[in-house]
């Protein structure tokens, strides 16, 4: 279908990929590659076995707590990825973002930029964190169907508008009631799927590593690349075992305190600079960009995107052009502010997009904003409810995750959520009415605890046994917070790249790689105040060759809002 095309448009360019780093292949057809995580045994020591053509995996049994191995046990996935050659210099731990996101299929869509940005040297393992895809505790609020919980996450955050006070009491009994029902399916186990845990358990993974290879366990080092809340991971892990800590890789760098605070406040500090981006850059392409008009400049360009906006507010737009849409429906700001965060995280692949959507609306065609949203379009059957056919399998397990981490900290009065939401529009004038569906009143019900041993205490300043490599892109809608977290770890130091978006991985940069492989390989780190030059471009020739991706995998659903 013509609206499927648009739709995917940024995820089937993120299959391409330089096939010349793609060195090492294993016999698809050799009956012991297994494709499936059911295949894979559960083991208390490492036993990796070739998975998914290109792959070995394994799957570990970990205490729940491991202060109280009364509370039984789980299985935790991990699936590498190994360098040419053998021994390699270590295995880097991957951890995509979310919380929610799967370490194990991100690791597998983003195989070439990884490999561009990491090296060959290190084996690169995605792990599943606990609760998430492959790994256990199961987390399921839905009875074990996937269709009621995809429908469920395409209803309730449609239509959440904080210019409305009826429209965010809605919202607040809403998610209230989300964990009062959850609370009737949820495992207790449930209460074992936090951030300290995942961390102990990629200590597990080292000492074992050791261990397989005849080395001390108790002088084994964890090797980290994590993005975006794998940030969250990673400081916590260095927070808790700090003479732990291999070569750290911390990137899009989410400010800890607060998230931890349950507040998700602090995201939104660059996100109308980044949308300003858009202005400029479309500015610069000139013909290239669909919005752009002779002579125009970045403030012209601003002055009628802000007017679209404005008008949207009062005037919603209809669709009904049925080569876009199955039913008719209408497109509002809200709408509109998801495009544009979806935009944000991954210019070089939808900036394009925003620039011909907002081309459209000048026109009251909102034709295109609807197909990428999936509105006015059908599920396909029962069993792929949400319409656009992509399920919500990391929804759940970011706010029961989310949830445990922030240890009830966050005031959870329908006041507090009135204050969130003025709050977060102060700080973004485009984002701030849609980024606090990110989380927070979810947990309000969910009354789950994790034991004492798996709340983290918080971050204080700390020497860690090898200096950590923060890093960022000059401008982070979501996550911009490397100064402060920096700040907490002696000796650390902080690369920035010169770019717009959501994670190094949004372009590439000689540069930008460089730093990180000689860090790995080495444990230097890149000079003070480093700015690294990139082939960042916000309106390609050939658009979406650039894509990279750390993009929620349904980026314009707005369940999926996360980091
Ligand atoms: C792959 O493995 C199968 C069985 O293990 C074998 O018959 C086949 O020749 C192998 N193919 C290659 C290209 O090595
Ligand atoms: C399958 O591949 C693995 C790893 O490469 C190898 O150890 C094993 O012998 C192969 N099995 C067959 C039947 O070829
Ligand atoms: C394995 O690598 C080949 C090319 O190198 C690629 O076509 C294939 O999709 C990869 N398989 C998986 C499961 O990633
Ligand atoms: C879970 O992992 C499997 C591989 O075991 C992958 O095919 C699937 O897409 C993953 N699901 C999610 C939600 O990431
Ligand atoms: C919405 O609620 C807030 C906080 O209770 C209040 O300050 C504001 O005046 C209300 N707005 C409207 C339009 O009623
Ligand atoms: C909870 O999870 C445990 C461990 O996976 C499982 O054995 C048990 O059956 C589950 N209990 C319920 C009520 O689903
Ligand atoms: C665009 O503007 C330039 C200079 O302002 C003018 O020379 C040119 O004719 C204009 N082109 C169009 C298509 O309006
Ligand atoms: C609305 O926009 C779409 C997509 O850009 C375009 O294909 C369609 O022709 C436009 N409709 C009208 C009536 O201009
Ligand atoms: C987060 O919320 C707590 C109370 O819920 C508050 O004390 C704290 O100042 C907030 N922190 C930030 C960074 O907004
Ligand atoms: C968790 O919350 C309880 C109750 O508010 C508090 O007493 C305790 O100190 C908190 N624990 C941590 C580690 O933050
Ligand atoms: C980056 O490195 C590659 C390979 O070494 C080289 O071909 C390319 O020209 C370099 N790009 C820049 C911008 O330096
Ligand atoms: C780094 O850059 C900042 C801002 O540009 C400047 O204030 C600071 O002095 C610089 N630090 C060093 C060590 O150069």
């Known amino acids: 279908m013509f609206t499927r095309q648009f739709y995917f448009l940024g995820l089937a360019v993120s299959a391409v990929a330089s096939p ?65 050659e053998q021994p390699a210099s270590g295995d880097i731990i991957f951890n995509p973002g979310g919380p929610g996101e799967s370490g194990v299929s991100v690791l597998i869509s ?37 269709w009621l919980r995809d429908y469920y996450y395409g209803q309730v955050y449609n239509d959440v508008d904080p210019r409305s006070n009826a429209s965010i ?12 029902w959850c609370m009737q399916y949820l495992n207790k186990t449930a209460k074992y799927a936090n951030t300290p845990a995942t961390a102990r358990d990629m200590l597990q993974y080292a000492e074992l590593l050791a261990e397989s290879q005849g080395r001390s366990r108790k002088d084994a080092k964890v090797d980290f690349y994590g993005a975006s809340y794998g940030t969250v991971l990673g400081t916590t892990f260095a927070a808790l075992y700090p003479d732990r800590v291999g070569r750290f890789l911390i ?34 392409a000139g013909s290239l960009c669909a919005f752009y008009r002779n002579g125009s400049t970045a403030s012209d360009i601003k002055k009628r995107f802000d007017a679209i906006l404005l008008d949207l507010e009062e005037n919603p737009v209809p669709v009904n052009d049925p080569l876009f849409v199955q039913f008719p429906t209408v497109v509002t700001h809200i709408d509109v502010r998801v495009l544009i965060q979806t935009a944000v995280y991954n210019p070089p692949v939808y900036f394009p997009l925003l620039a011909t959507v907002a081309d459209g609306l000048e026109h009251r065609n909102g034709s295109l904003a609807a197909a990428l949203l999936v ?19 990391t ?18 009065s329908e006041e507090a959520l009135f204050d969130l939401f003025a709050e977060q529009k102060r700080i973004s004038t485009y984002l701030g009415d849609t980024w606090p569906l990110a989380v927070v ?42 100064e402060l977290m920096a700040g907490y770890f002696e000796g650390s130091a902080i690369l920035l790249q010169d770019a717009v978006g959501h994670g190094l991985v949004v372009t590439s940069s000689n540069c930008t790689s460089s730093y990180v492989q000689k860090y790995f390989k080495t444990g230097e780190l890149p000079p003070k105040n480093t700015t690294c030059e990139t082939d960042f471009d ?3 020739q050939t658009p979406g060759l650039k894509k990279r991706g750390l993009e929620p995998r349904n980026p314009v659903l707005r369940s999926h809002i996360a980091l």
């Open 20 to 84: 010349a780093l793609l060195q090492r292949q294993y016999n698809a057809s050799n009956s012991s590659m297994v494709q499936s995580f059911k295949d894979v045994p559960i083991t208390k020591e490492i036993q990796y076995i070739p998975c998914f053509d290109n792959y070995t995996c394994t799957q570990l049994e970990v205490p729940l707590d491991y202060e109280n191995l009364d509370a039984g046990f789980t299985n935790i996935a991990f699936l590498r990825y190994e360098a040419a």
């Open 110 to 146: 983003l195989l070439p930029q990884l490999l561009e940005l990491l090296g060959d040297e290190y084996n690169i393992v995605g792990m599943d964190p606990r609760g998430i895809n492959n790994s256990g505790p199961l987390l399921d609020c839905f009875d074990g169907k996937p």
């Open 169 to 180: 009491s809605k919202y607040y009994e809403g998610s209230g009631t989300f964990g009062t």
């Open 251 to 284: 990137d899009a760098v989410v400010d800890g305190d607060d998230y931890y605070h349950g507040n998700w406040s602090q995201n939104l500090l660059q996100a109308d600079a980044s949308v300003e981006s858009f202005f400029d850059t479309c500015a610069k």
């Open 375 to 393: 509105k006015g379009v059908a599920p396909t059957s029962e069993c792929d409810y949400l319409p656009g056919g992509t399920g919500t399998d």
């Open 395 to 412: 929804v759940l397990p970011k706010q029961v995750i989310a949830c445990n981490d922030n240890n009830k900290s966050f005031n959870g």
């Open 441 to 482: 009143p979810q947990c309000r019900l969910l009354n789950i605890t994790p034991p004492k041993s798996q709340l983290f205490p918080g971050f204080k300043r700390i020497n860690t046994s090898t200096p950590i490599l923060f890093a960022d892109n000059v401008l982070d809608p979501v996550t911009s917070s490397a």
């Open 538 to 540: 916000a309106f390609p």
